[in-house]
């Protein structure tokens, strides 16, 4: 399984962006899907997370209400759409997923997850 991410960039302070994540696998419509970022010093953090049919999401307190995530089975994308931006927001996002889950699942670690991409540089200005 192949993830890439894209949609990275420069923005001010209080704009948007919509990063994608284009993944290989022919049960994309399975997978969980994440999303993660990675400031500069510090640790990886989860941002948010989608079910395999878009039913159930999961976001970090510091982006909800201002991030979403959705994904379109028939093109094998998931998205996350960033509002309202902070310098704080500023990280490499990746996207991630795990190809086969039942029962008790943890979309918010990062040790769950079993491909990731490449990451999407996010730089927003003061």
């Known amino acids: 399984v192949q993830l890439q991410a894209s949609g990275g960039g420069l923005v001010q302070a209080g704009g948007s962006l919509r990063l994608s994540c284009a993944t290989s696998?022919?049960?994309?419509?399975?997978?969980?899907m994440g999303w993660f970022r990675q400031a500069p010093g510090k640790e990886r953090e989860f941002v948010a997370g989608?079910?395999?049919?878009?039913?159930?999401?999961y976001y970090a307190d510091s982006v909800k209400g201002r991030f979403t995530i959705s994904r379109d089975n028939a093109r094998n994308t998931v998205y996350l759409q960033m509002n309202s931006l902070k310098p704080e927001d500023t990280a490499v996002y990746y996207c991630a997923t795990r190809t086969y889950y039942s029962g008790t699942y943890y979309p918010k670690e990062s040790s769950w997850y079993e491909y990731w991409g490449q990451g999407t540089q996010v730089t927003v200005s003061s």
């Open positions: 989608i079910n395999w049919s878009g039913g159930a999401t």
């Open positions: 696998g022919r049960t994309f419509s399975t997978y969980f």
